[in-house]
């Protein structure tokens, strides 16, 4: 089956640790993104990918970082430095000309 | 900027028609979508409208796109519980990302 694979579906991070999200797509699509939903809020946008080895900072990029080194793969770090990151990460694709956007079943991060 | 905005909850009885409501900012936009949210789950793509349209229909579902007033509106006919989830409407962004509203939760009761 052709689709998003997000992994794990729930995520625990201690104080001072870095966690990797991992976002797998076979769709041969070309653009990869990483959304932030916390409650009763929209989507907000973390980091984008339009293709391999590049990708560009979206609106609340501090704390995370991300690479794109194969076109199916754009795993996102949490990193020490994002103080609150306790929300649903939502990972998506397209194909570049066509602007519908596909997503991932989504991982929970709690802090301990 | 770019903004995209949303009433945040609305309830139905199963059977009545449930109209989703929502804003936007930026007229350059070429699409504009509407995202079903079941609890825990990812998105899924409802359906969407190109900016040169005024109305889309697909089953159930009715899209209108008022571009003067940049109002954008999700019609559900026969609204079922299986409908109860957030939607969120989009717009998509010249340089290809997607704005999402901040989402409205339908409720619908039996």
Sequence with gaps: DGGITQSPKYLFRKEGQN??????????????????????????LIYY????????????????????????????TVTSAQKNPTAFYLCASRVLLNEKLFFGSGTQLSVL | GEDVEQSLFLSVREGDSSVINCTYTDSSSTYLYWYKQEPGAGLQLLTYIFSNM?????????????????????????????????????????????????????QVKP
């Design chain 2, 54 to 106: 005024d109305m889309k229909q697909d089953q159930r579902l009715t899209v209108l796109l008022n571009k003067k007033d940049k109002h954008l509106s999700l019609r559900i006919a026969d609204t079922q519980t299986g409908d109860s989830a957030i939607y969120f409407c989009a717009e998509a962004s010249p340089v290809g990302k997607l704005i999402f509203g901040q989402g409205t939760t339908l």
């Design chain 1, 19 to 44: 966690v990797t999200l991992s976002c797998e797509q076979n769709l041969n699509h070309d653009a990869m993104y990483w959304y932030r939903q916390d409650p009763g809020q929209g989507l907000r």
């Design chain 1, 49 to 76: 990918s339009q293709i391999v080895n590049d990708f560009q900072k979206g609106d609340i990029a501090e704390g995370y970082s991300v690479s794109r080194e194969k076109k199916e793969s754009f795993p996102l």
